[in-house]
């Protein structure tokens, strides 16, 4: 390892750089940083790329490369060596280019003469086509004529049977709208519509709550289990229809027909897992659930023909 070498690894070394990040920073490979570090240059493509690589070794560390050159001056290899090469690679490009460019020159006039025929050839087809063109238009038109004329004749004939036929059929259809409108008058009668089933809360206090029940066919009480609760159905008499338990683990729902009677008593346990239909309609409770869990409901049942 040379001085030189030995330096720069040890600038390195107390940065905490590895060659990796060196290479990273540089963008030096690896094997051309470790050659400056050893003091072998002969992996490197010439004199030139050694004394760039060194200073943009140097450079990264935050070391001056002119104090570098200037103190291993001996160690680091000069460049005149390199200066011959490329001025003779200079000039051989020129003369590359000179006998490249003299080729081009060559081949222009022949593109030219290849351009002008083609136009010329695109001329003549342009002024053949439209001449011969016209003229076969025209002989074809001329045989035409009488076939138009006569085709004319016809087609005029024919306008005037169609419109003659048109109006006949708008008469007649005039004629049968007119007759359906009547039919249509006549038969026609106001429908009207049947009024909805109401459902309505009319009184409530404590537990108890009253509901009516208006323009409904029947009167079949269903109630549906959410949890668990004990109800009991009465009719108007105050016969039991169903007492019992319902919950989601065993009977869940019950279903009375109370339509030949004008009023049902609902005795509920638990309101909050309880839901109770009327005709399919649920029943919104009066008294909040949560607030009063056990709750007695009385639905007055109004038949439609009353």
């Given at each position: 390892?040379?001085?030189?070498?030995?330096?720069?690894k040890?600038?390195?070394?107390?940065?905490?750089?590895?060659?990796?990040?060196?290479?990273?920073i540089?963008?030096?490979?690896?094997?051309y940083?470790?050659?400056?570090?050893?003091?072998?240059?002969?992996?490197?493509?010439g004199?030139?790329?050694?004394?760039?690589?060194?200073?943009?070794?140097?450079?990264?560390?935050?070391?001056?490369?002119?104090?570098?050159?200037?103190?291993?001056?001996?160690?680091?290899?000069?460049?005149?060596?390199?200066?011959?090469?490329?001025?003779?690679?200079?000039?051989?490009?020129?003369?590359?280019?000179t006998?490249?460019?003299?080729?081009?020159?060559?081949?222009?006039?022949?593109?030219?003469?290849?351009?002008?025929?083609?136009?010329?050839?695109?001329?003549?087809?342009?002024?053949?086509?439209?001449?011969?063109?016209?003229?076969?238009?025209?002989?074809i038109?001329k045989?035409?004529?009488?076939?138009?004329?006569?085709?004319?004749?016809?087609?005029?004939?024919?306008?005037?049977?169609?419109?003659?036929?048109?109006?006949?059929?708008?008469?007649?259809?005039?004629?049968?709208?007119?007759?359906?409108?009547?039919?249509?008058?006549?038969?026609?009668?106001?429908?009207?519509?049947?009024?909805?089933?109401?459902?309505?809360?009319v009184?409530?206090?404590?537990?108890?709550?009253t509901?009516?029940?208006?323009?409904?066919?029947?009167?079949?009480?269903?109630l549906?289990?959410?949890?668990?609760?004990?109800?009991?159905?009465?009719?108007?008499?105050?016969?039991?229809?169903?007492?019992?338990?319902?919950?989601?683990?065993?009977?869940?729902?019950?279903?009375?027909?109370?339509?030949?009677?004008?009023?049902?008593?609902?005795?509920?346990?638990?309101?909050?897992?309880?839901?109770?239909?009327?005709?399919?309609?649920?029943?919104?409770?009066?008294?909040?659930?949560?607030?009063?869990?056990?709750?007695?409901?009385?639905?007055?049942?109004?038949?439609?023909?009353?």
């Amino acid at each position: 390892m040379t001085e030189l070498g030995n330096r720069l690894k040890e600038a390195r070394l107390a940065k905490g750089l590895s060659l990796e990040d060196l290479q990273s920073i540089t963008k030096i490979q690896k094997r051309y940083l470790i050659g400056i570090e050893e003091g072998n240059y002969s992996s490197m493509p010439g004199n030139f790329y050694v004394r760039a690589f060194v200073k943009q070794y140097a450079e990264a560390l935050q070391l001056n490369p002119e104090e570098i050159f200037e103190t291993y001056k001996n160690e680091i290899p000069a460049t005149h060596n390199d200066d011959l090469p490329e001025k003779l690679s200079r000039v051989k490009t020129r003369k590359t280019v000179t006998e490249g460019s003299s080729k081009i020159f060559d081949i222009i006039p022949k593109v030219l003469i290849g351009v002008f025929i083609i136009g010329a050839a695109g001329l003549l087809y342009y002024f053949f086509v439209n001449n011969v063109g016209d003229k076969a238009n025209e002989q074809i038109n001329k045989e035409n004529e009488p076939v138009k004329f006569l085709r004319s004749e016809n087609l005029d004939k024919a306008d005037e049977t169609e419109k003659e036929d048109t109006k006949e059929n708008d008469d007649t259809k005039v004629n049968q709208d007119e007759k359906n409108d009547e039919q249509k008058t006549v038969e026609e009668e106001p429908v009207v519509e049947a009024p909805k089933q109401e459902l309505t809360a009319v009184q409530n206090s404590g537990k108890n709550s009253t509901y009516d029940l208006k323009n409904a066919d029947k009167f079949v009480v269903k109630l549906v289990s959410t949890g668990q609760t004990w109800v009991n159905v009465k009719n108007s008499a105050g016969q039991s229809k169903f007492q019992g338990l319902l919950s989601t683990t065993g009977t869940q729902s019950t279903e009375v027909d109370l339509t030949g009677d004008t009023k049902a008593v609902i005795v509920v346990g638990r309101t909050v897992d309880t839901e109770i239909y009327v005709n399919d309609q649920k029943l919104e409770f009066a008294i909040p659930p949560a607030d009063v869990v056990q709750q007695n409901i009385t639905i007055q049942y109004v038949p439609k023909n009353e």
